[in-house]
């Protein structure tokens, strides 16, 4: 393979070098999805550059999140892609582990975001199969309560960084991956909105128990079309550059509001 000597390969300086060109301020309470590979063929430090170049961008008083979510530690009756056979389920109830904030890998999350959960310091959030992890000084009070039943909604890390007036950044990816979206889809009034039971193994007082808890069904087909709304009509949000990736920056709180108002127009 021959290597362009004229790209020169993105590294911790250069990358908080575009996130502060792109607007990331020190002191900022920021959520990140991202894509590891969207930032070019060569990034010296992989996952772990990404994550120092976010925290020195941030800086000793900003508060770093990203999404921490295991959907693996659920119900086998739910499964997809592949299903199982019906005689396994009660079996897979009884043997998965229990989840482990600091055992239980990301599933989906990307090589960031997995690297940032395991960085000393990072607090996990409680939640079986939707946890985010955090780290900074709002990290506790993000993570704290996050209830197992509505595991996207007003007990969540999304809800209280809207509380703290959050920022959104998507490094390399589009607002499919925008979990703040689901806030909105708690808050918003539309006829299709559904109501489910989930099950998920968590540890109770010591031991290990299969748990069912209350949400509702999640449905992101429309968030690109809500995200490209939103970048349309309102001034918030920042697009540029960072390493070899497009990025997008905009505060979560006039995001979600927007999203609620979209989904009650367009969700029937």
Known sequence: MQINEAVWPATTSSLANDLRTLGVKEGMVLIVH???????????GGPVAVVLALQQA?????????PAHNCDLSDPAQWENPPVPQAWWNMIRDEMPAYDPQLTPTSGMGMVAECFRKQHGV????????SFAARGPH??????GHSPDHGLGERSPLARLYDADGWVLLLGVHHDKNTSLHLAEYRADYPAKKQTV????IHVDGARAWVH????????DDFVAIGEAFERECASVTIGQVGGATARLM???ALVDY???WMERHRT
Do not use: C
Request: no cysteine.
């Open 251 to 253: 505060p979560q709180r």
């Open 58 to 66: 941030l800086g000793e008083k900003g508060t770093l999140v990203m």
């Open 198 to 201: 989930l099950g998920a193994p």
């Open 34 to 44: 991202s894509s590891l590979s969207s930032l070019g063929r060569w990034v010296v």
């Open 259 to 261: 999203a609620v108002r």
């Open 123 to 130: 607090l996990r959030s409680g939640h079986p199969q939707v």
């Open 213 to 220: 808890f209350d949400d509702i069904e999640y449905d992101s």
């Open 139 to 144: 990290a506790a009070n993000i993570t704290s």
